[in-house]
């Protein structure tokens, strides 16, 4: 298994800047796929931002230009810078990871609460 832990989440005001970081467990998996989910009560669950092993990159139309996903060299970690906060970036947001190998296999944070509010 794979264990996801989050962090960077918080408070900031419209215009804020903030890092998400998601650093996996486990290094035996081959993490091909990584990004980035958010939620809002009652509603579904949104891709945000991902980024493939080899460094491909896709971004939902509501964050182009604001936010940027990146991956460490060990493939294990995924990053999520994000500018120009707006209040209805507001979510919980999760980290995902998808395992080819062994696999194939879907992993998720916890979540972190974002927060774009004056």
């Known amino acids: 298994q794979v264990e996801l832990v989050e962090s960077g989440g918080g408070l900031v005001q419209p215009g804020g800047s903030l890092r998400l970081s998601c650093a996996a467990s486990?290094?035996?998996?081959?993490?091909?796929?990584m990004g980035w989910y958010r939620q809002a009560p009652g509603n579904q669950r949104e891709l945000v931002a991902s980024?493939?092993?080899?460094?491909?990159?896709n971004y939902a139309d509501s964050v182009k230009g604001r936010f940027t996903i990146s991956r460490d060299n060990a493939k294990t970690s995924v990053y999520l810078q994000m500018n120009s906060l707006k209040p209805e970036d507001t979510d919980v947001y999760y980290c995902?990871?998808?395992?080819?190998?062994?696999?194939?296999?879907?992993?998720w944070g916890q979540g972190t609460q974002v927060t774009v509010s004056s």
């Open positions: 486990n290094r035996i998996f081959r993490l091909n796929l």
């Open positions: 995902y990871a998808h395992s080819a190998s062994p696999g194939p296999l879907d992993f």
């Open positions: 980024i493939t092993i080899n460094g491909d990159t």
